[in-house]
């Protein structure tokens, strides 16, 4: 299996953004729809907390800012597919708020479900950095999936962690040699 999230940007202007209270107080939900998001939220549950923006767009208030390498921050939100490799077909969709973070619960989420409606879990499962925290490598051990993930590397990172150049692959077996010469798993 292969994750990834594309990231969608919205249709909300940085100007149109007003603080939270206010927009709460303006805006106006007919009966029919309010009754109807209330149902929505007691079927969603409560899921993950995720960070109140100050201000929220009047066109598009679930959006969330993204900034990725040296672009501006944008207003959208996360596309996340989950795809079987064999077959090259997607297996799992799920949109989420425009939070890094959302990607990996987003993966576990669809993986879960995948689970549960197919009767199996993956053998693997490729993904882009991302994904390689420790909270998602772990989920992923703990069921036995093979993590194909590069780990993310911080500009915090211990000192001691070596880069890919010093592991030493070994083709006939088919696996890594760590610098000390071992195999790794």
Excluded at 33 to 45: D, H, I, M
Excluded at 56 to 72: F, H, I, Q
Aim: charged share 25%; aromatic share 10%.
């Amino acid at each position: 299996m292969s994750v990834d999230g594309s990231f969608i940007m919205a249709n909300a202007s940085h100007h149109s953004r007003i603080p939270r209270e206010p927009f709460t107080e303006a805006a106006h939900v007919n009966y029919g729809a309010r009754k109807y998001l209330e149902e929505l939220e007691q079927e969603n549950g409560d899921g993950e907390p995720l960070h109140q923006q100050d201000k929220v767009s009047t066109t598009d208030p679930d959006s969330t800012y993204l900034t990725k390498g040296n672009r501006a921050a944008e207003l959208g939100y996360f596309d996340n597919y989950l795809i079987d490799n064999e077959s090259c077909v997607i297996v799992g969709v799920q949109a989420t708020a425009a939070r890094l973070s959302q990607e990996s619960a987003a993966a576990r989420d669809m993986i879960d479900r995948y689970c549960e409606r197919y009767g199996r879990q993956p053998k693997g499962v490729a993904a882009d950095n991302t994904y390689g925290n420790g909270e998602m490598l772990q989920w992923l051990d703990e069921r036995g999936i093979t993590p194909y993930i590069r780990v993310k590397e911080g500009p915090n990172s211990p000192p001691d962690l070596y880069g890919i150049e010093k592991f030493t692959y070994v083709p006939e077996e088919n696996c890594y040699l760590c610098p000390a010469g071992k195999p790794l798993n």
